[in-house]
């Protein structure tokens, strides 16, 4: 079993120290994922932190979690393995603030504190779709789906019979 991933961690010592962590999240220290979608077990993460050539800390990493997800069409419940990546820019708003490319992302820390755990569960539900379905051949869901899509088609004659029953009684 993976260590525990701490809740928070000093970047500065961590920078100083290799830069390195890696471990577990349970699954109820992350309270924000519901819905949909909850977690089946932890959340494992590996992360690297270091300093680019303009100076800026970086933290790089990846997650991997099983989660069991809502069916939009069947609504039964089905399992939903997750793998991230992230890769985003430090900032520390008691210092100067780091210029971004537009194809980065910032995140804040404060006193020096990044919040692991935060930062884990908003990749996490970045991740997620946002329709989880089970593969149509999978879903039971589909017979339904397919009625209703059947039962929605255009039927330009299906009111005929009765518009011509209407005239025929105003004819007599």
């Known amino acids: 079993m993976a260590p525990r991933l701490p809740s928070a961690v000093d970047y500065r010592r961590l920078l100083a120290d290799g830069g390195l962590l890696a471990g577990d999240i349970e699954a109820a220290s992350l309270t924000r994922i519901g819905g949909n979608f909850r977690l089946a077990g932890p959340v494992s993460a590996r992360l690297g932190l270091r300093r680019d050539e303009h100076s800026r800390v970086l933290v790089e990493g990846e997650f991997t979690a099983t989660l069991e997800a809502r069916c939009q069409r069947c609504l039964e ?88 029953d209407q005239q025929r009684d105003e004819d007599h």
């Open 77 to 164: 419940w089905m399992p939903l393995e997750l793998r991230g990546r992230l890769a985003l820019v430090l900032g520390d708003p008691d210092n100067e603030m780091p210029v971004l490319d537009d194809d980065e992302d910032l995140v804040e820390v404060s006193g020096g504190k990044l919040a692991l755990w935060g930062l884990i569960e908003d990749e996490l539900l970045l991740a997620c779709p946002m329709i989880p379905r089970h593969p149509a051949q999978d879903c039971a869901g589909r017979e339904e789906a397919q009625t209703a899509a059947e039962d929605a088609h255009y039927k330009p004659f299906a009111g005929l019979g009765a518009m011509l």
